[in-house]
């Protein structure tokens, strides 16, 4: 028994909380401590009401058996789950609240169902998508479309604008589709967060939009990029100046998350603010934490595109 806590413990890196006072009385190993305090073993009692563990016991079967079914329970309660790796959960932060079960997949395209919650489905675009026919794509179901403005270079650090980004914006807006509108930040000072919110909203003048405008930043895996080596203290920095500068100049604010940049990255309470839009491409959004659009795919197929363009889908709780 002894031997399983030490194992069990150690694959969970467990530790027993400092100055724990031990509750069996015959047992103050720490594997077997931190175990007990994560609800995985629990011992048996003797006649006199003395909890044991009786560490030196060789194990039954039914006792194994529990053990394995208390553990998932545990990691479920205690851990995300990406790419292999366990990751504490925060709870400060509001979990994601849609049900994985209401989630289907029909023609290509992931759609929401729970009976409560108002889904919408849309796109988001660059110049890499081409002529568009706009009236094409809200014919062919969809809503809204968030439109790339511009981007700072990863090595230069200009700004520059989306060639495509004046079409676009006039073309869905004449088609009837909401819009909103994201940079490509490749922001490593809050000077330069701001400056890009100053740049996007004289780039969308007086074009009135529906939906927010984001703060999309994204690693580039050049190690010559200048943002490269940037960490999640001056990262999150960036998209709080950006999100401040761009509701001071009157438009609503959010933030563009990839699944991994959010769990090791952003210090997610800083942007509770602001709307997230998470990036987790399958078949339901397995990001474990609030937020309200969800792109789920990168190689959509839609009328009017010739061109693959990523998948949205945006939550709206019923009142």
């Known amino acids: 028994r002894d031997d399983v806590a030490d194992l069990c413990a150690a694959a969970l890196t467990l530790r027993a909380p400092s100055g724990m006072a031990s509750p069996f009385a015959d047992s103050s190993r720490g594997s077997v401590l931190a175990l007990f305090n994560a609800g995985i073993l629990a011992g048996s009692f003797d006649e006199a009401g003395n909890r044991?563990?009786?560490?030196?016991?060789?194990?039954?079967?039914?006792?194994?058996?529990?053990?394995?079914?208390?553990?998932?329970?545990?990691?479920?309660?205690?851990?995300?789950?990406?790419?292999?790796?366990?990751?504490?959960?925060?709870?400060?932060?509001?979990?994601?609240?849609?049900d994985e079960s209401c989630f289907y997949t029909k023609n290509g395209?992931?759609?929401?169902?729970?009976?409560?919650?108002?889904?919408?489905?849309?796109?988001?675009?660059?110049?890499?998508?081409?002529?568009?026919?706009?009236?094409?794509?809200?014919?062919?179901?969809?809503?809204?479309?968030?439109?790339?403005?511009?981007?700072?270079?990863?090595?230069?650090g200009a700004l520059i604008e989306d060639s495509k980004f004046r079409d676009y914006i006039t073309g869905a807006s004449k088609a009837g589709l909401d819009v909103g509108v994201y940079?490509?930040?490749?922001?490593?000072?809050?000077?330069?967060?701001?400056?890009?919110?100053?740049?996007?909203?004289?780039?969308?003048?007086?074009?009135?939009?529906?939906?927010?405008?984001?703060?999309?930043?994204?690693?580039?895996?050049?190690?010559?990029?200048?943002?490269?080596?940037l960490g999640g203290a001056e990262l999150t920095d960036c998209a709080v100046a950006f999100c401040e500068e761009t509701e001071a100049l009157g438009f609503d604010a959010g933030v563009y998350v990839y699944s991994e940049t959010g769990y090791y990255?952003?210090?997610?309470?800083?942007?509770?603010?602001?709307?997230?839009?998470?990036?987790?491409?399958?078949?339901?959004?397995?990001?474990y934490y609030a937020h309200s659009m969800w792109q789920y795919s990168f190689k959509g197929a839609v009328d009017g595109i010739d061109h693959d363009c990523d998948m949205d889908m945006m939550f709206i709780k019923s009142k």
Not at 81 to 89: A, D, H, S
Not at 127 to 152: H, L, N, T
Not at 265 to 287: E, Q
Request: overall charge negative.
């Open 52 to 98: 044991l563990y009786k560490g030196g016991d060789t194990l039954r079967r039914s006792e194994i058996c529990s053990i394995l079914i208390h553990v998932p329970d545990y990691v479920k309660r205690t851990f995300v789950i990406l790419n292999n790796t366990l990751i504490p959960i925060d709870y400060s932060l509001r979990p994601s609240p849609y």
């Open 109 to 156: 395209r992931v759609y929401y169902d729970d009976g409560v919650t108002k889904a919408r489905y849309g796109i988001d675009v660059s110049y890499y998508q081409g002529d568009v026919d706009w009236k094409a794509v809200a014919a062919d179901g969809i809503e809204f479309v968030m439109i790339r403005s511009g981007y700072r270079g990863s090595s230069s």
């Open 183 to 229: 940079f490509f930040s490749q922001a490593v000072t809050e000077d330069e967060a701001r400056e890009e919110a100053r740049y996007t909203a004289q780039l969308i003048g007086d074009t009135e939009l529906e939906l927010p405008v984001f703060f999309d930043w994204e690693r580039v895996s050049d190690s010559e990029s200048r943002t490269y080596d």
């Open 265 to 287: 990255g952003y210090t997610l309470l800083r942007l509770s603010d602001y709307t997230i839009w998470n990036s987790s491409i399958g078949n339901y959004p397995y990001f």
